[in-house]
């Protein structure tokens, strides 16, 4: 996140000269922009200005040559001789620039530098160096280890480099000791990724003067060329596959400058101002570019032009195209990103020379040879540039402005201040006309309602203030202020689109602590509380959690490999999955057809981070396409759709289920006084769901599908279907697949289940029940044990039972299955302990023979015979 220092703020406002970096985060905060961070430095002293007496060069018998010097640092500092006089301190030095009459930092013993390196005297080369003479890298300020810091080459004036004196404290010269605020920006705040945004809104928190340096900037922008042979090179923008119709280019500006000096190094001013922004110094040029675009908001990129041969091509990638990044890495392309190309030898854009709005490629970059420069200032599309940057997972400074919205007509005035410093740096000349080839669209007009502030907000603003407030954040205000205005946004705030959008900038600068705080009263009368559909979806997450299983919320998104693991064929789910236009992660691009898949990517991160034992549910949504629905139709906006249109549009969107799963794996019991720990089984895993449909009240029963119709991620022997009494399948419980299991690397017999929770709360009865009496005659127990077809299930014997006993029956249980030579080939036994209870009369012999009876022949048409 982009870091603030107030020294490059007050370039752009008119901050205190006292202002606080506590300060400044809570004036910030005050309009939307969150502290992240204040960073310290990590630097302690005593580090101060020396100067170097004589410095005798020394040669080693390694073949270096060494520096024995005696640096003045101050009376306070220096040592003390034989005599009791203070003297200058002894330091060796190895930096090829050292040399006598220099003045340049010293480290003395005591002082910390960055990674807890302690200075202290120590022996070397046959002397005791009592300090040391440091360099940009060894105290934090760069990456610069090629010599020692002389401070006159430090930028500054030569007034200033003689009022400098032995045992100067330099970490306040340098600003070693200044901390530096790192501020969290919103998706849609993406002018903030910029001192001059961040200025902006500084201003409107406190009222201090601000200046927009593209203002003045423009002022100095050179006429564009007019035609191809007066701009440096030739420039195509093509786009056969633009994402949402947008096209991926539609502002490309380039400017060159020749006769650059290829030695020319960053002045220690922008090398410190990079550093301090997180950033390290490469070269002039690139630390030019990048210079402007943490000032500006604006990404370039700097050429090399000889190398380049025009026509310049911005075109989407081509199925199987390659490039090796700044980073070294080869890349495979995809057909949706956008590519910077040149025409070597007339090919027109076939050379590849990077992806555009996100990182350069090798060919084409600026070396310490470079001479003539070619500065590319473009815009470039949001959803091109993130998709681009998550496929390849290339988070650049570049892409993370592009992808939040980058001011579309600030090109020219990015490209002029690179320009300027150039000039003044590298005494670089413009070479040609600048090339603009500009797309952009007009910023949309918005019919605003005064009125929606106090309407969506609760917040009494006068309209004149409303105004204002709109007119000071960069917008054209026209119309009545008392009624309706036409607001047009400025190009830097593409996050404002519709009338809401304004209101909310209205509350933040008017202060979201001013809204007032109201309950709304119900506008129907008795509609208090919650419906009985919502009590009972909170029942589900009660009953669960009560059983001990801990609820999460993932994210509703998968991918192929997800599929995969569970046993998948991916081009089948694809057919009726969602898939996303602008997914968070490439590889998981499609929402949820099932709880379970990312359900089983959280128990799998536990499982890594050693958490064994893992009983985790959740409810949430599900999203099934229809391949044979029509397309969505597209709505105009600001108008309110026709009944027609929302039938349209209704009929596109894929279905949506609520549904609740759960993972259970590791040990379902630790080990108690008894030793009775147990790993995870199908049981636990169906004793969740039966909990969930009986605290429902819903009529249900389980059955065992043939193996052959199990899905794949299951067990084909230990899955049963959660059925309702009409026949309605809601869901499905047991034991995962061992293929799964070894897939994801989680234990044996890890066992899940998931239900439509929408379905079963379809299917269920809400009128009130009537408590019944507790009876209080006494009841008949019995035992049953019946020999039945090993095709007829526990669950149809029971509901037969039920059937038969009616009102009569209290209670029943399975208490005892049994096989063997006893009962036979393809039987088995089925004992049953049931309690029978009359709610007005003590029952007789004769009624419990009565029910006895009625059982008997009731479980007959199942092939049941009774045993005792």
Not at 392 to 407: I, M, N, Q, T
Not at 588 to 614: C, H, I, K
Request: hydrophobic share 35%.
């Amino acid at each position: 996140m982009p870091m603030v220092d107030i020294d490059w703020l007050k370039e752009h406002v008119q901050v205190p000269e006292d202002l606080t970096y506590e300060q400044l985060a809570k004036d910030l905060v005050q309009v939307g922009l969150e502290e992240e961070d204040i960073h310290q430095s990590t630097v302690t002293g005593p580090i101060v200005v020396g100067y170097v007496v004589d410095a005798e060069p020394e040669p080693q018998k390694n073949g270096k040559t060494i520096n024995w010097c005696h640096v003045d640092v101050g009376e306070q500092y220096n040592a003390v001789d034989d005599q009791g006089r203070k003297v200058p301190r002894g330091i060796v030095c190895g930096a090829p620039n050292m040399a006598a009459g220099e003045k340049v930092v010293v480290t003395l013993p005591g002082a910390v530098l960055p990674g807890d390196f302690r200075i202290e005297p120590r022996k070397t080369y046959g002397h005791i160096s009592d300090g040391m003479c440091a360099s940009e890298r060894e105290l934090g300020l760069g990456s610069d280890h090629q010599g020692i810091i002389l401070l006159r080459n430090y930028g500054f004036t030569p007034e200033q480099y003689e009022q400098l004196k032995p045992g100067d404290d330099a970490m306040s010269l340098l600003h070693m000791n200044t901390p530096v605020l790192e501020i969290n920006i919103t998706p849609d705040r993406g002018y903030a990724f910029s001192y001059r945004g961040v200025a902006r809104e500084y201003h409107h928190s406190t009222g201090a003067e601000y200046t927009d340096p593209v203002i003045e900037l423009n002022k100095t922008v050179p006429d564009s060329a007019t035609q191809e042979d007066q701009a440096p090179l030739a420039v195509h923008v093509e786009d056969e596959n633009p994402i949402h119709g947008q096209p991926g280019c539609d502002r490309y500006y380039l400017r060159a400058l020749t006769g650059c000096d290829p030695k020319a190094a960053t002045p220690s001013w922008m090398r410190r101002r990079l550093v301090r922004a997180g950033m390290r110094s490469i070269s002039l040029p690139v630390d030019i570019t990048n210079y402007v675009m943490l000032d500006l908001g604006q990404p370039l990129h700097a050429y090399d032009l000889d190398k380049l041969s025009g026509p310049i091509v911005v075109r989407r990638a081509r199925q199987g195209e390659h490039l090796t990044t700044l980073d070294g890495k080869d890349r495979e392309l995809s057909t949706e990103d956008l590519l910077i190309t040149d025409s070597p030898e007339g090919h027109e854009g076939s050379r590849i020379l990077g992806l555009a709005g996100v990182m350069g490629g090798l060919y084409g970059e600026v070396t310490d040879q470079t001479k003539n420069i070619l500065i590319e200032s473009a815009h470039f599309d949001q959803v091109t540039i993130a998709r681009t940057a998550r496929r390849h997972k290339l988070p650049s400074e570049a892409s993370k402005r592009f992808e939040r919205g980058v001011d579309p007509q600030m090109q020219p005035a990015a490209a002029a201040m690179a320009a300027d410093l150039l000039h003044r740096l590298a005494g670089g000349q413009d070479l040609d006309a600048p090339l603009d080839l500009n797309q952009t669209e007009p910023m949309p007009v918005i019919d605003f309602a005064v009125s929606e502030v106090a309407r969506l907000t609760g917040l009494e603003v006068e309209p004149q203030r409303i105004t204002a407030i709109l007119r000071d954040i960069g917008c054209t205000v026209q119309g009545d202020p008392q009624d309706r205005l036409s607001v047009t946004p400025p190009t830097w705030r593409p996050d404002l689109g519709e009338g809401c959008d304004l209101v909310e900038e209205v509350a933040r600068l008017v202060g979201y602590d001013r809204i007032p705080v109201t309950v709304p009263s119900p506008k129907v009368s008795g509609a208090v509380g919650l419906t009985d559909r919502q009590q009972r979806r909170r029942w589900v997450a009660d009953t669960l959690a009560e059983y001990g299983l801990t609820e999460v919320l993932d994210y509703p998104f998968v991918g192929d490999n997800d599929f995969k693991a569970f046993g998948m064929d991916p081009d089948e789910v694809h057919v009726n999955s969602v898939e996303l236009a602008n997914p968070m992660a490439a590889d998981r691009p499609y929402l949820r057809q099932s709880l379970l898949l990312p359900l089983a990517n959280t128990v799998e991160r536990n499982l890594r981070r050693g958490n064994t034992d893992v009983r985790l549910f959740e409810i949430g949504y599900v999203f099934r396409r229809d391949p044979k629905a029509p397309a969505v139709p597209t709505l105009p906006g600001g108008v309110r759709p026709s009944d027609e249109d929302l039938a349209r549009l209704d009929q596109g969107l894929p279905e949506q289920r609520l549904h609740v799963a759960a993972l259970l794996t590791g040990r379902a019991q630790e080990d108690g006084w008894l030793k009775d720990s147990r790993d995870v089984d199908w049981t636990d895993a169906v004793e969740s769901a039966r909990r969930v449909l009986d605290r429902l009240g819903a009529h249900y029963r389980l059955e065992q599908p043939p193996a052959e119709q199990v899905p794949d991620q299951w067990h084909p022997g230990r899955t049963a279907r959660l059925v309702l009494d009409d026949g309605t399948l809601v869901g499905m419980v047991g034991e995962l697949h061992p293929r799964v299991d070894r897939a994801l690397g989680f234990p044996a017999h890890s066992a899940a289940f998931e239900l439509s929770l929408d379905m079963v709360l379809d299917h269920l009865d809400y009128t009130p029940l009537q408590a019944k009496p507790v009876s209080t005659f006494p009841p008949v127990r019995q035992d049953l044990a019946f020999t039945v077809p090993d095709t007829v299930s526990a669950a149809d014997l029971t509901s037969a039972i039920r059937e038969a006993a009616g009102s009569s029956l209290e209670s029943i249980e399975l208490f005892d299955v049994f096989t063997g030579d006893q009962i036979g080939e393809h039987a088995k036994s089925l004992a049953f302990a049931v309690t029978f209870r009359a709610p007005d009369r003590t029952l007789t012999s004769e009624d419990s023979e009565s029910l006895r009876q009625a059982i008997v022949d009731k479980t007959a048409g199942l092939g049941a015979v009774l045993r005792a």
